[in-house]
């Protein structure tokens, strides 16, 4: 495959994620290739193959008769999203906490007080992304690309769920939680009390999805 080709594939990939995230491709909604590529001005090849990846990654699903169409969010994904987390995120945050740098440290006290800062003006969306940046900045410090790649792929589908969710509601407050206890949990370095830290965050953001739905 040409270089080229390569390349155009992958910026229809990245601008179709984008699109995903930010929700211009709804859930639920059919996504039509010819359409797409005339929109990205990106040949229809790379975009095809763009679909594909991101089809195979789950934001998009293959329906015989239909077509593709934008995943969307049942009760039962969701929840399965957040086992994932826990699972994952739990375990690697505790290896971050101990492997964390002065440096590290630093850039995530700037993230948790942009998210508090968020969370206190009500603005949703600049919490949603300091949240993503916090728990992507968590798993970035164990310098492993694949749980990286990983953790950062259901960081994005919790990214879109939750701007998804919001999109049609008031956001409560209490809906935006806080991040004080990770911090501490990566301050202190000790793996336990920084796993035990992003188990309850996990969790408490579970029970209050449960009892949104």
Known sequence: MPASTE???DRAYQQLRDMLLDLRLSPGSVVNEHDLAQELEIGRMPVHEALAR???????????RRGTVVTAFTLNDVLDLFEAREAIECGSTHLAARRATDEDIAKLEKLVAAADEARAAAHTEDYLRA????????????KNSLLADTVERLLMHNLRFWRFYFSSRTVQ???????DELLAGIRSRDGDEAERAMRRHICASRGMLQTLF
């Open 54 to 64: 991101l089809a195979g990654e789950g934001f998009l699903n293959v329906l015989p």
């Open 131 to 142: 949240d993503y940046e916090i728990h992507l900045s968590l798993v970035r410090m164990l």
């Open 7 to 9: 390349r155009a594939s």
């Open 173 to 179: 407050p209490t809906a935006m939680l806080g991040h």
